[in-house]
């Protein structure tokens, strides 16, 4: 099992910036990649961007350039960095890691709210 544990959403104005956190714990050893997805309410989630192991990032093209991730893989903590922040960035935000079996944990999201 692994266990996923966000923090840093909060609301912020339009053109604001925001930082997520998301550390991991448990059976990290298994952990292959590590991301984040966002769900808007009424909406699927959506993914958002994926860091392997080997730092190589995979981002929706629709966020590269604004959302920048990095990634710690020696503590397994993943970071998203948010710029330029506008009204339908509004979602929960959420961590997930995909482990060298194929299974996919989640964490339990973050409210980041872009509002004037």
């Known amino acids: 099992q692994v266990q996923l544990v966000e923090s840093g959403g909060e609301m912020v104005q339009p053109g604001g910036s925001l930082r997520l956190s998301c550390a991991a714990s448990?059976?990290?050893?298994?952990?292959?990649?590590m991301g984040w997805y966002r769900q808007a309410p009424g909406a699927q989630r959506e993914f958002l961007v994926y860091a392997h192991n080997d730092d190589t990032f995979y981002y929706n093209e629709a966020v590269k350039g604004r959302f920048t991730s990095s990634r710690l893989s020696a503590n397994y903590t993943v970071s998203l960095q948010m710029n330029d922040l506008r009204p339908e960035d509004t979602a929960v935000y959420y961590c997930s890691a995909r482990t060298r079996s194929r299974t996919d944990y989640w964490g339990q999201g973050t409210q980041v709210t872009v509002s004037s």
């Open positions: 448990g059976n990290t050893f298994a952990i292959l990649a």
